[in-house]
């Protein structure tokens, strides 16, 4: 199982990045998949999931309304649409695969995936 995060750079704050993920060894539709991120200093955290289907994808409360996840099973990957971004959004962002195609809010939220790749940096700065 692989998962390579990208799209991540330097945005000013209202701005926009779009994060692509690319996965092997598993199919995107058959598990459930998001996005943590870990800002400088602070504990890792589910940023959005596909938490059961395609319907109603996690987001935690800070993105809500800007940042929109999405999956594309014909080319196996992952977006992450980031809008209006904000300073506090600054953080490596890391794609996650949890070890089953259904799973909670709670445990997207707690970041405890079992599979993430290499990270992106996004830096929301002025």
């Known amino acids: 199982v692989q998962l390579q995060a990208s799209g991540g750079g330097l945005a000013q704050p209202g701005g926009s990045l779009r994060l692509s993920c690319s996965v092997s060894g598993f199919t995107v539709g058959a598990y459930a998949v998001g996005w943590l991120r870990q800002a400088p200093g602070k504990a890792r955290e589910g940023v959005s999931c596909?938490?059961?289907?395609?319907?109603?994808?996690y987001y935690t409360d800070s993105v809500k309304g800007r940042f929109t996840i999405s999956r594309d099973r014909d080319k196996n990957m992952v977006y992450l649409q980031m809008n209006s971004l904000k300073p506090e959004d600054t953080a490596v962002y890391y794609c996650?695969?949890?070890?089953?195609?259904?799973?909670?809010?709670?445990?997207?939220?707690?970041?405890?995936?079992?599979?993430w790749g290499q990270g992106t940096q996004v830096t929301v700065s002025s």
């Open positions: 996650a695969r949890a070890p089953w195609p259904v799973i909670s809010g709670a445990l997207c939220k707690s970041g405890a995936m079992e599979y």
């Open positions: 596909f938490t059961n289907g395609d319907d109603s994808p």
